[in-house]
């Protein structure tokens, strides 16, 4: 069944009632998303130690895989999606979509392949230890068949999304992280599974989203008549999917490159201290999935409110386009300094969560936080700007902003700074790029938002018949 656009919600109803229809399940998605992964390290410091923590986060890379591939196909076909969809373009909307869902089919394939046949020496490319090696090992076997699953249902999510069901999208991925929480102590504590316990639990889960998802494509799928003729790989719609999901693609990638030489990092520097390599790798890992946990609602905001955004540009409704980012930034920055405030005045009670017996370890966590993670108040302005550009087609400006934190600034300063500075300079490479990059991205947001002010005002002269 295909739908009209003349009175779709997402150009008439209110923008902030919009916003929270949309970003509320992208919020609960995310959260229960980065708290299967925050469980995860929960549930193996208790049961296994630290040095279980170490090879989840070695491991972690992986993941980012998933995120990339999955935004790059998903979320670059969503943008356009919508904006055709505002157009009433049906047909080059299905395939726009049919062509991703094959591109996720193959990548996706491509990735668990690879990755399972060169496993062992990525993990020590990853950074892992003689100590951290037998651990990760065992989680990273079934985490590298998980990825196919894990690009299909995140990236199918997207188009569920645009469809006008974020709701069903939510479910999606949440029904994969509370199967994953609920199976992890049981494979770990009543089957005694250890480390491959719970990437079988990651990998069952995984499934489950995936059949969910492709139930909702199949069935209940309305915004267009999805046909087999549809799934093939196209040219143009390849060029233009990858051109409007490259930038977060490549935040994902440069991340996932940030991650492999941070832990090198602290493999080398933090042998040279007290805490010791796998005590270092430990705590770091685990304030980061914290801060991904903390983080996680502006990410849902970002990622939520993309359809608002594409739709409204499809109908030249450029007004409730700004309006829209304008709000999304406030309540993201509003996230970001309570996420802030949290790390800042409650670090040993946050790494508490973790179960170490060793004193190293908080004393190390909470000197991490208090420096790398500096400037996490202002985190919300990247992901929300850069998703705000990419929804509007505006692929080389998101670009540009993907890579300016991870690839201008905190690669070279983690290459750099810890050899002036030693463990520090790896910690302070994290707010010193925080710090930067935010100020760049705001003036661009504003510089976008002001565009479209323009543009609306040159509307209004134009029906009116008056000068701009």
Same mark, same amino acid.
């Given at each position: 069944?295909?739908?009209g656009?003349?009175?779709?919600?997402?150009?008439? %109803?209110?923008v902030?009632?919009?916003?929270?229809?949309?970003?509320?399940?992208?919020?609960?998605?995310?959260?229960?998303?980065?708290l299967?992964?925050?469980?995860?390290?929960?549930f193996?410091g208790?049961?296994? @130690?630290?040095?279980?923590?170490?090879?989840t986060?070695?491991?972690?890379?992986?993941?980012s895989?998933?995120?990339?591939?999955?935004?790059?196909l998903?979320l670059?076909a969503?943008?356009?999606? =919508?904006?055709?969809?505002?157009?009433?373009?049906?047909?080059?909307?299905a395939?726009?979509?049919?062509? =991703?869902?094959?591109?996720?089919l193959?990548?996706?394939a491509? %990735?668990?392949?690879i #990755?399972?046949i !060169?496993m062992?020496?990525?993990?020590?490319?990853?950074?892992?230890?003689?100590l951290?090696?037998p651990?990760?090992?065992d989680?990273a076997?079934?985490?590298?068949?998980?990825?196919?699953?894990?690009?299909?249902?995140?990236?199918?999510?997207?188009?569920?999304?645009?469809?006008?069901?974020?709701?069903?999208?939510?479910?999606?991925?949440?029904?994969?992280?509370?199967?994953?929480?609920?199976?992890?102590?049981?494979?770990?504590?009543?089957l005694?599974?250890?480390?491959? @316990?719970?990437a079988?639990? #990651?990998l &069952?889960?995984?499934?489950?989203?995936? $059949?969910?998802?492709?139930y909702?494509?199949?069935?209940? !799928?309305r =915004?267009?008549?999805? %046909?087999?003729?549809?799934?093939?790989?196209?040219?143009?719609?390849?060029?233009?999917?990858?051109?409007?999901g490259?930038a977060?693609? #490549?935040?994902?990638?440069?991340m996932?490159?940030?991650?492999?030489i941070?832990?090198?990092?602290?493999?080398t520097?933090?042998?040279?201290t007290?805490?010791g390599?796998?005590?270092?790798?430990a705590?770091?890992?685990a304030?980061?999935?914290?801060?991904?946990?903390?983080?996680?609602?502006?990410?849902? $905001?970002?990622?939520g409110?993309?359809?608002?955004?594409?739709?409204?540009?499809g109908?030249?409704?450029?007004?409730r386009?700004?309006?829209?980012?304008?709000?999304?930034?406030?309540?993201g920055?509003?996230?970001?300094?309570? #996420?802030?405030?949290?790390? +800042?005045?409650?670090?040993?009670?946050?790494?508490?969560m973790f179960?170490?017996?060793?004193? &190293? !370890?908080?004393?190390?966590?909470?000197?991490?936080?208090?420096i !790398?993670?500096?400037?996490?108040f202002l985190?919300?302005?990247?992901?929300?700007?850069?998703?705000?550009?990419t929804?509007?087609?505006k692929?080389?400006l998101?670009f540009?902003? %993907?890579v300016?934190? +991870?690839?201008?600034?905190?690669?070279?300063l983690?290459l750099?700074?810890?050899?002036?500075? @030693?463990?520090d300079?790896?910690?302070?490479?994290?707010?010193l790029?925080d710090?930067?990059?935010?100020?760049?991205?705001?003036?661009v947001?504003?510089?976008?938002a002001?565009?479209?002010?323009? &543009?609306?005002?040159?509307?209004?002269?134009?029906l009116?018949?008056?000068?701009?």
């Amino acid at each position: 069944m295909q739908a009209g656009t003349a009175a779709n919600p997402l150009g008439t %109803a209110p923008v902030k009632s919009l916003i929270w229809k949309y970003a509320i399940p992208g919020i609960i998605t995310q959260l229960v998303s980065a708290l299967h992964n925050i469980v995860d390290q929960i549930f193996v410091g208790w049961g296994i @130690g630290d040095n279980g923590i170490a090879a989840t986060n070695i491991v972690f890379p992986l993941t980012s895989i998933i995120i990339a591939l999955s935004t790059l196909l998903g979320l670059g076909a969503a943008a356009r999606f =919508s904006i055709l969809l505002g157009k009433g373009e049906q047909e080059d909307a299905a395939k726009v979509i049919g062509t =991703s869902i094959s591109w996720m089919l193959l990548l996706g394939a491509a %990735a668990s392949l690879i #990755t399972s046949i !060169f496993m062992e020496p990525m993990l020590y490319l990853f950074g892992a230890t003689d100590l951290i090696l037998p651990y990760a090992s065992d989680y990273a076997r079934l985490i590298c068949i998980g990825l196919f699953f894990g690009v299909l249902s995140t990236g199918l999510s997207n188009f569920i999304r645009a469809d006008g069901s974020p709701k069903f999208a939510s479910y999606v991925l949440v029904a994969g992280a509370v199967f994953n929480m609920v199976f992890d102590p049981i494979f770990l504590f009543v089957l005694d599974m250890g480390m491959t @316990g719970i990437a079988l639990a #990651t990998l &069952l889960g995984q499934v489950l989203s995936t $059949i969910l998802a492709l139930y909702y494509m199949i069935k209940r !799928f309305r =915004s267009v008549t999805l %046909a087999p003729r549809h799934l093939r790989p196209r040219a143009a719609e390849t060029v233009t999917i990858f051109s409007l999901g490259i930038a977060v693609f #490549t935040t994902h990638v440069l991340m996932m490159i940030a991650q492999i030489i941070q832990m090198n990092g602290l493999k080398t520097y933090g042998a040279l201290t007290v805490y010791g390599s796998e005590v270092s790798i430990a705590a770091a890992g685990a304030v980061g999935k914290v801060g991904i946990v903390l983080m996680s609602s502006v990410i849902g $905001i970002a990622l939520g409110c993309q359809p608002i955004y594409g739709f409204n540009l499809g109908r030249k409704q450029y007004g409730r386009v700004r309006e829209t980012y304008l709000t999304v930034l406030r309540y993201g920055t509003l996230i970001a300094v309570a #996420t802030f405030l949290l790390m +800042q005045l409650f670090p040993r009670q946050i790494l508490r969560m973790f179960g170490s017996d060793n004193e &190293l !370890f908080y004393s190390f966590g909470a000197h991490y936080i208090h420096i !790398f993670c500096a400037c996490v108040f202002l985190n919300a302005l990247q992901p929300i700007t850069s998703n705000f550009c990419t929804a509007m087609g505006k692929a080389n400006l998101a670009f540009w902003l %993907a890579v300016l934190r +991870q690839g201008v600034l905190f690669i070279p300063l983690l290459l750099l700074l810890p050899k002036v500075l @030693g463990l520090d300079g790896i910690l302070l490479a994290g707010s010193l790029s925080d710090g930067l990059a935010a100020i760049v991205v705001l003036w661009v947001g504003l510089r976008e938002a002001k565009n479209l002010s323009r &543009l609306e005002t040159a509307q209004k002269a134009e029906l009116t018949g008056e000068a701009p």
